[in-house]
């Protein structure tokens, strides 16, 4: 499950940070660059993608308000592990490890908080592992609405062209499958965002 931090805490943040702004297509950072800051998205939405010698992009997750990103800065002489580019206009907080952990220190509920992010995304890598590795095309759809959602939070906004960057398939086989999807009531999609409608059609799919 992903760990969403609380907009109460975001002051907690700000308050040994700064609020930086980036307009879409715009890099937070990039793939080698010293890690030495974390960072929270206040709005809008991010890409976390990894890219080849090639130019190919393979897309990793796509992040929204309440989700933290830049966890190597938690290791000493780490170096950024991935890309970051903004999709929407984005507005973030930026702050420096080591102002953060006296304020983890202070807060019990923000540092379990940050401790169940960091499980959440050792979890999130294994799962899109053995996604990749261990199912066909539909498998891999099916299995990554799941992963993003839950019943309580039903919609994310992707787009076809989102899921097969992350997915590492063929846009239009995206299409295909979702187009299938749709018919048997199991999605719904349109303008960005897709609506998982019964989650048990996908995931018999998985059996």
Do not use: W
């Not at 950024?80 to 930026?94: Q, Y």
């Not at 906004?157 to 995206?174: E, F, K, Q």
């Not at 960005?192 to 019964?198: A, D, N, P």
């Amino acid at each position: 499950m992903k760990v969403v931090i609380d907009q109460k805490y975001f002051c907690l943040f700000e308050s040994i940070g700064k609020r930086i702004r980036f307009s879409p297509g715009k890099f937070v950072f990039c793939e080698s660059d010293e890690a030495n800051e974390i960072y929270l998205i206040v709005k809008g939405r991010v890409q976390v993608y990894l890219g080849t010698s090639s130019g190919k992009q393979t897309t990793i997750e796509v992040l929204k308000e309440g989700r933290i990103f830049g966890d190597a800065s938690f290791l000493e002489h780490s170096v950024r592990k991935a890309n970051i580019v903004a999709i929407t206009d984005v507005e973030l907080i930026c702050c420096r490890i080591t102002d953060l952990i006296p304020i983890l220190q202070e807060n019990s509920e923000l540092a379990l908080l940050m401790m169940r992010h960091l499980t959440s995304t050792c979890n999130y890598l294994t799962n899109t592992i053995n996604r990749l590795v261990n199912y066909d095309s539909i498998q891999k759809v099916a299995d990554f609405l799941l992963t993003e959602t839950n019943p309580n939070e039903p919609v994310i906004p992707y787009t076809h062209s989102d899921l097969a960057g992350c997915l590492n398939l063929n846009r239009v086989t995206v299409s295909r499958i979702m187009g299938k999807f749709k018919a048997e009531g199991a999605v719904e999609y349109g303008r960005g965002t897709i609506r998982v409608l019964k989650r048990q059609k996908l995931e018999e799919l998985l059996k």
